[in-house]
């Protein structure tokens, strides 16, 4: 467990100080979050042809009230804590994949309601917006990335063996001549 957490730390500080650099702002993050405005925006205009993005911005071209995703609202900051924690977790290297991709797609799903969420309530209500974008989905996020590692964990303990090795469910080892319990 000791290791599991120094691990976990450890890749997060490294993670969130790699996410700083301002190579990775300009390459990875400012890239991926203009992305993640037109995709919102191709699923609000579906039924809502006056949303438009620009840049980061998802806005309505009818009202001019836009939401700009900014850093710790694109989902980055999430998925490092996420991908620390599988990184940290023994487990094969496949089932980490796994963890990585389905947990990254999670976040970023969520975050994509998140993010359109946003951008309905702050046209119908300022206070109900800065509650539900500075505490509610800040929580949601979070508990998704919990839930998410937490099945993860739970799928790769299925089938597996113990930390001993011995196959889950197995019955206790007998001694010759001592009789086992059925």
Not at 137 to 154: F, G, H
Request: aromatic share 12%; net charge neutral.
């Amino acid at each position: 467990m000791l290791r599991f957490f120094i691990t976990f730390i450890a890749l997060q500080l490294t993670l969130f100080g790699l996410n700083m650099l301002n190579w990775v702002q300009q390459h990875i993050v400012l890239p991926w979050t203009a992305l993640l405005a037109r995709m919102c925006v191709e699923l609000v205009t579906l039924f809502d042809k006056t949303a438009a993005a620009s840049g980061k911005v998802l806005w309505n071209t009818q009202t001019g009230f836009g939401v700009s995703i900014e850093p710790g609202c694109n989902g980055i900051e999430a998925c490092i804590v996420l991908f620390a924690a599988v990184m940290a977790f023994p487990a094969t290297w496949r089932h980490k994949l796994v963890g990585l991709v389905v947990g990254f797609v999670a976040v970023q799903a969520l975050n994509i309601v998140r993010v359109i969420s946003l951008f309905y309530l702050g046209q119908w209500s300022t206070p109900v917006f800065n509650f539900a974008h500075e505490y509610l989905w800040q929580a949601l996020i979070m508990l998704d990335v919990l839930i998410v590692w937490l099945l993860w964990v739970r799928a790769g303990n299925k089938g597996g063996a113990d930390a001993d090795g011995t196959p889950p469910n197995a019955p206790p080892p007998t001694t010759p001549g001592t009789p086992a319990l059925a």
